[in-house]
């Protein structure tokens, strides 16, 4: 089956005073449709820039610097403003992570609705109330707060009223950046369990940024692990928990505890993210990694497929098909 | 509701202050300079009208200073200003409202028309950041902002009055014609009205560029604006309906505040022009030590300008509904 | 204070003051003022008039206030601008005008910013009834008109001297900057070093001047900078209608007595201009390192430039 999304190559840079950061560095997957991808990672990892710029919501200075976005067949990079704009929302709609700065603070929930709904030329006020009622209702929240302004709703019910404006015209890809941060515990799950409700009734895809394993573990089909812009690991869901692959993957697990099985030390990773301004040379998390071999700070691995799952990491060098076994970990490996 | 209540106590709180700095200002200089004023009024005035102007500059007055300042406050409020000595013996509310309509024209006019075009001009502005449009306006509008009011009123009149002769040298219209409603009449007082007003309007224009441009450059950056264009709404839909309607939020209430430059400027160059305006009677009232005339013409243009921050508050709660919680 | 070792070795001396100027936050404003353009601009339009405040001599050499030339003269090589109906050489006239200018520029800008720091800052962090009550003077003095309150007190005291003006100055000009620095105060008021600041159970005056106003020096440095252009701009509107001392010699009242005189339509334009010109220069020289100050404090106004595709 032809996938709903097809990223190939995708980088983009920051431009600064002292020249570019790479902050998504050459990013390929592929989305099935009805697929629920969870993009993984610590902060300014590049998640949420990658989301941005699949949907080519980019802002200066962070410029589209390579890559192709395949939706529906039709590269996204290519396309001009006009075809763009035809697309968005009708086939692909986004989620941003705090509803009260998404939502315009002027102008009424139902205005904002009937807004998207009139660039895409539907004029016919009825219809336009019919929708919006629906898709509110859809989400759980009464259709009387079409008039409500967005301060006046709490913030679950704000962020609820995002999704269902994402739902308008039932596309087949919404992108979700955070959309449960900024909520507390209770109204996270309650969100989350909603939106799957819903992936299950209407069948749209989504990719979900977020930097809570646990409800990655809980919601997501498969997970893309990002550091420091690149991808580092991507594996269906169940078997990233049971076995993960990349140290970092281990790492990001470790940290967090949970509320069943036996009581375990608590793990962070040591050190911070790294200045994308000025990556080490070699793998990029060869400064904190614990299983740190000599050849990781020559060169930069590659993603290489181990299974069904992709890593970035020497550790598994050895294990790709058709390679010499190698001896000492090392440059022989990465030459093969 | 609590928010009208609370604009209407400012309202009426700086009034009361400007009652009162009428009243104690002549009292404080040294040598009450009130009492040489009053001496002029001797023979020409007397009764209720001379005791009302005693007891608001504290001359001959045998009351103490606080049974003066409530009769003072009782006459002002019922409308007694006084006589004015410029125009003796005309009382000095008809005088008053013999200048208003002149300033209120000249200066509502050209500050609606500045704060439109220094408005549309910002917005613009900040879209295309990349542009010449960009990098050359703000720059020539903060060196045009710092040109005293006056200095470019007499530079008009030099280049398009004197040299030029394009348009007349001063007064609100040719004083040979009386005061009408006649179509020539009026073409006349547009005439005489052009540079005094392109005067304020080039000067204050500048202020209202750079601040909306200010403000739109942050509001663009602000989430909503992102969520506009992702859902694929037009880009002359976002500029205005999600970007400008936010940003001109603050410059509303600061319209109101930038008033009193903009009635600064207009007394300076109704006086470079002759324009008969309130300014301009100040001026006078001044050069004559007609203080009555002097502190009711204080009084009425600060009321205009309460006036118009009173207006801005409303317009501000229309456009910006999280105000009307606080309401 | 150079000893004579040092005197042997001038450049280096000088070269290690100016590494640790560099390194201080004088240095790091200077840089900052130097890698913006505007800001340039404006540091050497106020340099140069500086320059002309501190020593007049050097440039103009004619007694300003002599009236022992033939009035009315254009332009020439004996005189740079002419002179006056008076007979007064115009540009020594104008030169010597920029001290008075500036110091009272100068001068009621400060004062005025001293003024609005306390207000606007004491305001934000007493909070409560005090900041209640100290908002509602800032916002009544705010909407005072400034130039007829100028105009009214200026009457009643007339030639009341340089005190007087700069008094009425400061008096309508610091309401403005009081209302941004509570604003700005009020946001940092509950950043986390201030509290850690508070619970370590520092005085509240120490909190104030040592943790809060470094970090808002850049505002308290364009509201200066404001209150300058105001007093500047002012103050010379007072002059030019004759209520400043008609004796004193500064742009304003080279104004009055030009204007008096009928300049402009009497064929000696130079002598209502010129003084404008200088003005508008002096405020712009300023207004332009104000603007330049926006754009150091929030990065977001600079200018957006281009990266050329490799």
């Known amino acids: 089956m032809t ?20 902050a998504v560095d050459s990013v390929s997957f592929d989305l099935s449709s009805g697929e629920f991808l969870a993009v993984v990672g610590e902060s300014g990892c590049g998640k949420s820039t990658l989301l941005f710029a699949i949907a080519r919501l980019l802002s200066p200075p962070a410029e589209l610097a390579g890559g192709s976005v395949t939706f529906r067949g039709i590269n996204m990079v290519a396309m001009s403003d006009k075809q763009l704009r035809a697309l968005r929302w009708s086939a692909l709609s986004v989620v941003m992570q705090s509803a009260m700065n998404a939502l315009n603070p002027v102008t009424s929930i139902g205005a904002q609705f009937a807004d998207s709904m009139r660039a895409h030329g539907e004029r016919d006020k009825r219809k336009i109330r019919a929708r919006s009622e629906e898709v509110l209702r859809m989400v759980g929240i009464d259709p009387v707060h079409l008039r409500s302004y967005p301060h006046q709703l709490s913030g679950g019910m704000r962020q609820r009223a995002m999704i269902a404006m994402a739902l308008l015209f039932s596309p087949e890809l919404i ?22 409700q819903l992936q299950a009734q209407l069948g749209f895809a989504v990719i979900f940024v977020t930097h809570d394993m646990s409800l990655v573990s809980h919601f997501s089909d498969r997970v893309l692990v990002m550091y420091a812009g690149q991808v580092v690991e991507s594996q269906a869901t169940q078997r990233l928990f049971e076995a993960p692959l990349h140290p970092y993957t281990q790492g990001l697990l470790d940290a967090f505890p949970s509320v069943r099985g036996p009581k375990a030390v608590l793990e962070g990773i040591p050190g911070s993210p790294p200045d994308l301004s000025r990556l080490p040379a070699g793998c990029n998390f060869s400064p904190r990694c614990p299983k740190v071999m000599p050849a990781c700070l020559e060169e930069g691995p590659g993603l290489r497929n181990v299974g069904e799952a992709e890593v970035r990491c020497l550790l598994y060098a050895k294990q790709v098909p058709g390679r010499r076994p190698a001896a000492p970990a090392g440059e022989e490996a990465l030459r093969a | 509701m609590r928010f009208v209540l609370r604009r209407l106590g400012f309202f009426l709180l700086t ?50 200073a606080l049974r003066q300042y409530f009769s003072y406050l009782g006459n002002t409020l019922s409308g007694h200003f006084g006589t004015s000595l410029t125009f003796f013996p005309e009382q000095v509310s008809k005088v008053v409202f013999s200048a208003l309509p002149w300033t209120l024209g000249l200066v509502g006019v050209t500050t609606v028309l500045a704060f439109a075009v220094g408005t549309l001009v910002g917005v613009g502005s900040a879209w295309r950041r990349n ?90 950056a602000e989430d909503y ?62 050069e004559n030590e007609d203080y009555a005339l002097m502190q009711t013409l204080f009084l009425f243009i ?24 606080q309401a | ?164 003006l700069i008094a009425v100055l400061v008096v309508t000009g610091w309401s403005y900057g009081a209302r941004q620095l509570r604003v700005q105060a009020l946001s940092l008021r509950n950043r986390d070093f201030l509290v850690a600041a508070r619970l370590r159970g520092e005085r509240s005056w120490r909190v104030i001047f040592s943790e809060l106003l470094p ?76 603007y330049a100050f926006d754009e150091v404090s929030n990065p977001a106004l600079r200018p957006v430039r281009r990266r050329r595709r490799r």
């Open chain 1, 3 to 22: 996938p709903v999304l097809s990223v190939r190559g995708l980088s983009v840079d920051y431009l600064g005073q002292g020249g570019a950061a790479r």
């Open chain 2, 302 to 325: 600060t009321v205009a300008v309460l006036v118009a921050v009173l207006v801005m508050d409303f317009v501000t709660i229309v456009l910006d509904p999280r105000t009307r919680v």
């Open chain 2, 131 to 220: 542009g010449a449009f960009d990098s050359l306006l703000p720059p020539l509008f903060v060196i045009l902002g710092a040109f005293p009011y006056f200095f470019l009123a007499m530079l008009a009149l030099l280049l398009f009055a004197v040299t030029l002769h394009w348009f007349p040298q001063g007064f609100g219209y040719s004083g040979t014609d009386t005061v009408s409603f006649t179509w020539h009449f009026v073409a006349d007082v547009l005439r005489h009205a052009v540079l005094p007003g392109l005067t304020i309007l080039v000067t204050s224009v500048g202020g209202w560029v750079l601040t909306m441009r200010n403000n739109m450059i942050s509001v663009l």
């Open chain 3, 215 to 290: 970090t808002m020096t850049s505002l308290i440095v364009a509201i200066f900078l404001g209150t300058t252009i105001y007093s500047v701009i002012t103050a010379a509107g007072l002059q030019f209608v004759g209520l400043g001392n008609p004796e004193t010699l500064s742009w304003g009242t080279m104004l009055y007595w030009a204007q008096n005189n009928e300049a402009l339509q009497a064929g000696s334009p130079l002598w209502a201009i010129m003084p404008g010109v200088c003005i508008a220069l002096l405020g712009a020289g300023f207004a332009l390192l104000q």
């Open chain 1, 175 to 196: 992108l979700m950046d955070e959309p449960t941060s900024a909520l507390d515990v209770v109204a996270q799950r309650s969100l989350m369990v909603q939106v799957k």
């Open chain 3, 1 to 164: 204070m150079a000893t004579a070792a040092a005197e042997q070795r001038p450049v280096p001396f000088a070269g290690e003051l100016w590494q640790r100027a560099k390194g201080g936050t004088l240095g790091r404003l200077l840089k900052a003022v130097m890698s913006n353009r505007k800001a340039t601009a404006g540091l050497v339009i106020l340099l140069a008039f500086s320059f002309l405040a501190l020593f007049p001599g050097v440039v103009a050499h004619d007694n300003p206030n002599a009236e022992v030339y033939p009035p009315s003269l254009g332009p020439s090589a004996a005189h740079l601008l002419g002179t006056t109906a008076y007979g007064q050489d115009l540009f020594a006239q104008l030169v010597y005008s920029t001290r008075q200018s500036m110091f009272i520029a100068v001068v009621a800008g400060g004062l005025a910013t001293v003024l609005s720091v306390a207000v606007g800052v004491s305001a934000a962090y007493l909070g409560g009834l005090a900041d209640d009550v100290l908002s509602l003077v800032t916002d009544v003095f705010l909407v005072l008109p400034a130039f007829p309150l100028v105009v009214v007190i200026a009457a009643y005291s007339k030639n009341g001297g340089d005190s007087i």
């Open chain 2, 15 to 64: 009034l009361w202050a400007c009652l009162t700095i009428n009243f104690v200002l002549p009292r404080l200089m040294p040598g009450n300079p009130a009492i040489a004023m009053m001496a002029r009024y001797k023979g020409k005035l007397n009764g209720t009208a001379l005791k009302a102007l005693e007891i608001a500059f504290g001359v001959n007055s045998n009351e103490s």
């Open chain 2, 225 to 286: 604006v992102r969520m506009a264009r992702a859902k694929g709404l037009s880009p002359a839909r976002i500029m205005f309906n999600y970007a400008g309607r936010n940003a001109v939020l603050p410059n509303l209430t600061g319209f109101a505040m930038s008033l009193g430059f903009v009635v600064s400027g207009a007394i300076l160059v109704e006086y470079v022009f002759d324009y008969p305006g309130v300014g301009y009677m100040l001026l006078q009232a001044v």
